[in-house]
């Protein structure tokens, strides 16, 4: 089994910047990919960026360039480093991990970033 744990949302102004982390726990060693998903109130949770073996990454057209996942091993934290951050980047922002030879998945709690002046 794998946990995750989310952490660093808050409220940020317009083109700030914050670092979101996950820390996974258990079968660490098991995951073969990992990503961030955002869901924003009154729509369908999407997805922000994923991270395979480490080194390859997917991100969504709406945070090229400005968003940038990454993991430095299976004993650290995903992170999401988040910068010119807009409003509609606001949301509950969830990491996900994919696990084990049966292709598991499962979801962080959750951290809510809210982008606002």
Do not use: H
């Amino acid at each position: 089994q794998v946990q995750l744990v989310e952490s660093g949302g808050g409220l940020v102004q317009p083109g700030g910047s914050l670092r979101l982390s996950c820390a996974a726990s258990g079968s660490i060693f098991s995951i073969y990919a990992m990503g961030w998903y955002r869901q924003a109130p009154g729509k369908q949770r999407e997805l922000v960026a994923t991270i395979t073996s480490g080194t390859i990454t997917n991100y969504a057209d709406s945070v090229k360039g400005r968003f940038t996942i990454s993991r430095d091993g299976a004993k650290n934290p995903l992170y999401l480093q988040m910068n010119s951050l807009k409003p509609e980047d606001t949301g509950v922002y969830y990491c996900k991990a994919d696990y084990g030879r049966a292709n598991l998945e499962v979801w962080g709690q959750g951290t809510l970033v809210t982008v606002s002046s």
